[in-house]
């Protein structure tokens, strides 16, 4: 299986920009497509990008498509969410997650086999 650790998050003020990473380690990290969610109190998970083993395909939600990157490097076994022009309704807690899955799978099921445990993100008006 593979570990992931969610980094970068914090306090930034609406139209900021914050960029998280998350570090893998365990089995070959270019073996999964990759994800990112975000989870707000009360709410469902919500989906917002993923990216497939190489790099060379992404998709994103409507909700950030134009805000937000998600990006890769598998020497570094690191994948990243560039998050810009922030709004408060960002406000979440952000958790990257791996599968093994075809990436159209990925992208249409949104399903995945390993979590990591989050950060706090807060954008304030």
């Known amino acids: 299986q593979v570990q992931l650790v969610e980094s970068g998050g914090g306090l930034v003020q609406a139209g900021g920009s914050l960029r998280l990473s998350c570090a893998a380690s365990?089995?070959?990290?270019?073996?999964?497509?990759m994800g990112w969610f975000r989870q707000v109190p009360g709410k469902e998970r919500e989906f917002l990008a993923a990216?497939?083993?190489?790099?060379?395909?992404?998709y994103y939600e409507d909700s950030v498509k134009g805000r937000f990157t998600i990006s890769r490097d598998n020497v570094k076994n690191t994948v990243y969410l560039q998050m810009n022009s922030l709004k408060p309704e960002d406000t979440a807690v952000y958790y990257c997650?791996?599968?093994?899955?075809?990436?159209?799978?990925?992208?249409?099921?949104?399903?995945?086999?390993?979590w990591g445990q989050g950060t706090q993100v807060t954008v304030s008006s």
């Open positions: 997650a791996a599968s093994l899955r075809a990436f159209s799978t990925v992208i249409t099921g949104k399903k995945f086999n390993y």
């Open positions: 365990g089995r070959t990290f270019s073996n999964y497509a």
């Open positions: 990216i497939n083993w190489s790099g060379g395909s992404t």
